[in-house]
């Protein structure tokens, strides 16, 4: 009996040892887990705008179709989807380098008399969109014209060319008839009752061809209820941890400052400087991988506030992204750049990130129809101007200047623009509205 009860004795003795430890334990793993995680302080980044893929912004903004001489334009965004969709579609034979046979690259594409023309707003590095059309090509060059041509080389064979007119390159690629008969296929929209398209006429110069609208453009005048992105908002966007900038205020201007970042908010004018050192990386970044970084940056500082597209890069460190309205003109605002993004690069960082603090709401509170004169009146005014060089001159487009008078509203007002030795400027007074030329 004595021997049973020792041993009932040093069995609860035994288990009560177990459950102590046991408990110890599950308290010490307890405490481990409940210790300060490192990332607690890192707040997620303010998402100010949506997040946009490559193929969103790197993007063409024109289609000229070429029938038997006659040219035809559109800006539609829907057009051009539809057309983007369709050479997405095309299997494309190897690319063959063929600059050195074409002497004059204007008149090329204008002796394409039966064509599609389709031409981007910057110069885009074909590594970059080889993906977006799903060619398997390994080729470096830049692009600022896709031209398929429709008379074929062959009975079953046709031709696409990929054009830098401002490197003076041409690529072509070898695609089947059926591909070319559906692009063709764009042509019956010309004349669709609900057509898109315009007549054009174009200009040449000696390195250059520019398309104008034979007839008179009509726009809408836009009032946009707009916003003033609140700063503590921009803060969070920009840095990786908010809490460490400190803020000051100056004249006109908030100013957040960390170990080594400066974001500068201009009250007065709207404008939104993101400073950053440019680090010690020595590794250089080539002109598709520039782009791709920056929509990567803006995606992961705010996101895109407006519809933007990618524009230039003309310094090879800088790249620059505009806003284009809904139905795919380009907005302007010269004097302040509020219409633009940039994204400057340094030793393969970020050095300079410029943008705007105003946010325009979708959908206009007032829209009033305005006619802006015909290409040929404006290409006269500009050809009037004082030293004149038409060599310089790049590109005539028809587009807005954007007023904000308050941040209150945004007005979006009808006006003609052009490229000229590397600068846009807008065009007269008057009914084509703006400032006068910048030649004068």
Excluded: C
């Excluded at 809408?220 to 209820?225: D, L, Q, R, S």
């Excluded at 620059?320 to 003109?329: K, M, Q």
């Excluded at 050809?383 to 060599?391: C, R, Y």
């Amino acid at each position: 009996m004595n021997m049973n009860y020792e041993n009932v004795k040093s069995l609860v003795l035994t288990i009560l040892v177990m459950l102590s430890l046991l408990m110890y334990y599950l308290l010490w793993t307890d405490q481990g887990n409940t210790a300060e995680d490192p990332n607690d302080n890192i707040v997620e980044t303010e998402k100010i705008g949506s997040k946009q893929e490559v193929a969103d912004i790197v993007r063409p903004d024109r289609i000229f179709q070429h029938v038997d001489g006659e040219i035809y334009g559109t800006i539609s965004m829907n057009e051009i989807n539809s057309v983007l969709n369709v050479l997405k579609t095309v299997e494309y034979g190897s690319l063959t380098n063929i600059s050195e046979e074409i002497n004059d690259i204007p008149n090329f594409i204008e002796d394409e008399e039966n064509s599609m023309e389709i031409r981007f707003p910057g110069q885009i590095p074909f590594s970059l969109y080889r993906d977006i059309l799903q060619m398997d090509e390994s080729n470096l060059f830049n692009f600022d014209t896709i031209l398929v041509s429709y008379n074929l080389v062959k009975e079953d064979e046709g031709a696409v060319y990929f054009i830098s007119k401002k490197e003076g390159k041409v690529y072509k690629s070898s695609i089947s008839v059926s591909y070319i008969n559906n692009i063709k296929d764009f042509q019956d929209n010309i004349t669709a009752e609900d057509t898109s398209y315009t007549p054009y006429f174009s200009y040449q110069t000696d390195n250059n061809l520019i398309y104008l609208p034979k007839g008179k453009t009509e726009l809408n005048k836009y009032i946009y209820k707009s916003e003033t992105v609140d700063s503590s908002r921009l803060k969070n966007a920009m840095f990786s941890v908010p809490s460490n900038a400190q803020k000051s205020v100056e004249t006109n201007e908030e100013v957040y400052t960390d170990e080594s970042s400066m974001l500068r908010i201009e009250k007065d004018t709207h404008v939104v400087k993101f400073l950053k050192p440019s680090g010690t990386l020595t590794n250089e970044l080539s002109p598709n991988q520039i782009i791709e970084n920056s929509i990567d940056f803006v995606n992961d500082h705010g996101g895109w506030v407006n519809k933007y597209l990618f524009v230039d890069n003309n310094d090879k460190n800088m790249v620059n992204f505009r806003i284009y309205d809904e139905s795919g003109f380009p907005v302007f605002n010269l004097k302040k750049d509020l219409s633009t993004i940039q994204v400057s690069w340094e030793n393969n960082r970020v050095e300079q990130f410029i943008t705007s603090n105003v946010a325009i709401t979708p959908n206009p509170i007032d829209a009033t129809a305005q006619k802006l004169d015909s290409g040929s009146s404006v290409l006269k005014e500009i050809q009037s101007s004082k030293n004149f060089d038409p060599n310089k001159l790049e590109d005539i487009v028809p587009g807005y200047d954007m007023v904000i008078t308050n941040p209150s509203y945004a007005y979006l007002e009808p006006s003609w623009f052009y490229l000229y030795n590397g600068e846009w400027h807008q065009l007269g007074e008057g009914e084509t509205g703006g400032s006068k030329s910048g030649l004068e």
